[in-house]
């Protein structure tokens, strides 16, 4: 029996509005978040609202990161390199612990991509590396940010290391529960809506974050434009958008998200 189904027998006689308020005891994941997003989407049709407009105020136009796959330093320089002739603005680049400098150098090529925002994801890679140096040699790439250096769990390593390149926690955040234990080891944190149980909780983290001095990114999994959509009342304030899932796709959904010039558009 899945969890959605375990959910059912209990919520299906409460109003929507009461699901889900109570649907925010279960555990936060992938399949809370499918339903809570359901709710306010059922919410919003109940009122003769489309969500998630007009129940937030959603930009027009909203630069996402594109998605620079890990491979070969060559073969990343001519992704980004064929993202950047489409007009994107802001690449994230996808690393393991090998050759860290050799492909982050292909990318910021002058040739490649000289101007472009870059993040770098490390996908909690790095526990073998000396990560001061690591820093300090990735610095005169003027890189804007770092996602997730260490393993989930060993982020108390990064507390004594001097980091001239912000850092942002993915796999070590959660929910509003983490926050405590990331401070002053992280200034970002990435907030996706399958880690944190829907839209519901993450705006909720959102708001404690920022009082609590983070900077906002918001990321998802791989998925389709219904995914996307449902995070972009974070989105509207993220200082960094990666929402670029269904550009990974074979196929998306009918009607769905924009995406040109490295930005995504509602309609």
């Not at 910021?108 to 472009?116: E, G, K, S, T």
């Not at 108390?156 to 929910?175: F, G, M, N, R």
């Not at 926050?179 to 944190?189: F, Q, S, V």
């Amino acid at each position: 029996m899945t969890q959605l189904e375990m959910w059912r027998g209990e919520l299906a006689e409460l109003t929507p509005q009461a699901a889900k308020q109570q649907l925010q005891s279960k555990p936060a994941g992938a399949a809370r978040n499918a339903l809570d997003c359901a709710l306010w989407d059922l919410i919003g049709q109940l009122e003769g609202k489309a969500f998630p407009s007009p129940y937030f105020s959603i930009n027009d136009a909203i630069e996402t990161a594109m998605t620079v796959s890990i491979g070969e330093a060559s073969a990343m320089a001519a992704q980004a390199k064929q993202y950047v002739g489409q007009g994107a603005t802001l690449l994230k680049v996808k690393l393991n612990g090998e050759n860290v400098v050799e492909r982050v150098a292909a990318v910021r090529d002058r040739d490649v991509a000289p101007d472009c925002k870059i993040i770098l994801d490390a996908n909690e890679a790095w526990q073998t590396l000396d990560l001061a140096q690591l820093f300090q040699q990735l610095a005169p790439y003027n890189i804007a940010m770092i996602e997730q250096p260490l393993p989930s769990g060993q982020d108390h390593c990064l507390a004594d290391i001097v980091h001239p390149i912000p850092l942002c926690a993915d796999e070590s955040c959660h929910t509003r529960a983490e926050l405590a234990e990331l401070k002053g080891r992280y200034e970002m944190i990435n907030i996706k809506l399958d880690k944190t149980g829907g839209l519901t909780e993450a705006m909720l983290l959102e708001q404690q974050a920022r009082e609590a001095g983070f900077s906002i990114m918001v990321g998802c999994m791989l998925g389709t434009s219904l995914a996307m959509k449902a995070a972009l009342p974070i989105a509207t304030r993220a200082e960094i958008v990666d929402l670029d899932g269904p550009v990974l796709l074979g196929k998306d959904i009918d009607n769905g998200l924009k995406y040109h010039s490295g930005n995504l558009y509602l309609n």
